[in-house]
């Protein structure tokens, strides 16, 4: 009996489950026949139960090779994305391919990863490149980051500082120093902070010989902000959602000088897989490059509202079952509308998961 094809998708961040929803309902849709198969690190259930099968990723990397190797066996499984391991499984890709395996990491080159993780690099590389990016200062003592503040407040512009490395907009904040002292305390979400507090701060860690990190110091930048997911297939953008944020609302966008922006970074960058690029507006309206995520969004389950199935359309395309003009006839299916997250709760699913070490090549 000839076993069905499958595509796995190994963990990934936050939008994981919302990945695996939209390639069953692109399965149901099209009356597919392949197997979907999810894996995780740790047991999550209300993820994993999307999937036709389901499997606990080994702890340590240097196990990983096996793993992969006995569940492509065991399945038939023709297509990986990789997920949060990207750029791990990168390096394992000429291994992973022996195996008859399609791998889609986000990049194509190890170093792609590097320079889309770091802020610094990745904005000179892309305005060097002739892409409009946000101007950053690296700093890191307290000397340098009171410095890069002065420049940018002498020329009247606010700044803010985030770290060179980091996802979720984590340890980002605008440094004003018309807000109260206590704004980063009492209103965290508001992403406000005295520049005096940071420093003060900075200069306590200092005296107690803890490790400063590596930020930058950018000019605040108006907005709007816009996320585009995108699907891209070394470096040529086969389908692209954007979305304009403006408080807890996003809106879709297929058009626009943002929207042409983070396409030319993903073709610039080479990128591979299902990614996300981030712009902003800056004081005169023109969108500026904020960072590249060679990795789906957390939002990109929201896409799906749009008419566009962007993890759908990436595993029928790795199955071989969508080919270019079927796949430019779907996206005419764009709806450009509003949504907004909210918030709901459900019993948490029972599921056969299994883990590395019941791995059978025995179907």
């Known amino acids: 009996m000839v076993r069905p094809a499958a595509v796995w998708f190994m963990e990934g961040v936050s939008s994981q489950k919302d990945i695996l929803k939209q390639v069953k309902q692109a399965r149901t849709e099209g009356d597919y026949v392949f197997t979907l198969i999810a894996s995780h690190r740790n047991e999550r259930p209300e ?75 990745f904005s000179e590389q892309m305005f060097c490149a002739g892409l409009a990016s946000v101007k950053s200062i690296q700093v890191q003592t307290p000397e340098e980051v009171s410095d890069a503040i002065s420049s940018l407040e ?52 200092v005296a107690a010989q803890e490790e400063l990190p590596l930020q930058i110091v950018m000019p605040y930048l108006p907005g709007p902000e816009r996320s585009t997911d995108m699907l891209v297939e070394k470096g040529r953008v086969i389908a692209a959602v954007a979305r304009r944020k403006a408080g807890s609302v996003q809106a879709f966008e297929n058009e626009g000088a943002a929207f042409q922006l983070a396409q030319a970074c993903a073709h610039r960058l080479g990128a591979d897989g299902l990614i996300n690029i981030q712009t902003r507006d800056n004081d005169q309206g023109e969108p500026v490059l904020l960072e590249a995520n060679l990795r789906p969004s957390g939002g990109i389950g929201y896409t799906a509202f749009s008419g566009i199935n962007l993890p759908g359309l990436f595993a029928l395309r790795q199955l ?27 019993p948490l699913p029972v599921v056969e998961i299994s883990t590395p070490d019941n791995v059978s090549s025995e179907v």
């Open 320 to 346: 071989g079952l969508l080919n270019d003009s079927e796949t430019t006839e779907k996206l005419g299916l764009f709806k450009s509308l509003q949504v907004i997250s909210t918030h709901n709760v459900k």
């Open 47 to 121: 993820i994993l139960s999307e999937a036709d099968f389901s499997y606990i990723e080994p702890a340590d990397n240097d196990d990983l090779l096996s793993f992969i190797t006995s569940v492509c066996e065991k399945h038939n499984v023709v297509a990986i994305h990789a997920g949060k391991r990207g750029w791990l499984m990168e390096k394992m890709r000429a291994d992973i391919e022996t195996l008859g395996v399609k791998l889609t990491t986000g990049a194509c080159h190890v170093d792609t990863f590097e320079l889309a993780d770091n802020k610094t690099l």
């Open 154 to 205: 002498s020329k009247g512009l606010l700044p803010c500082i985030k770290p060179v490395r980091g996802i979720y907009g984590m340890g980002f904040w605008v440094l004003k120093r018309s807000v109260k002292q206590l704004a980063f305390f009492n209103n965290p979400e508001h992403r406000h902070m005295h520049p005096d507090i940071l420093l003060t701060a900075l200069r306590s860690a």
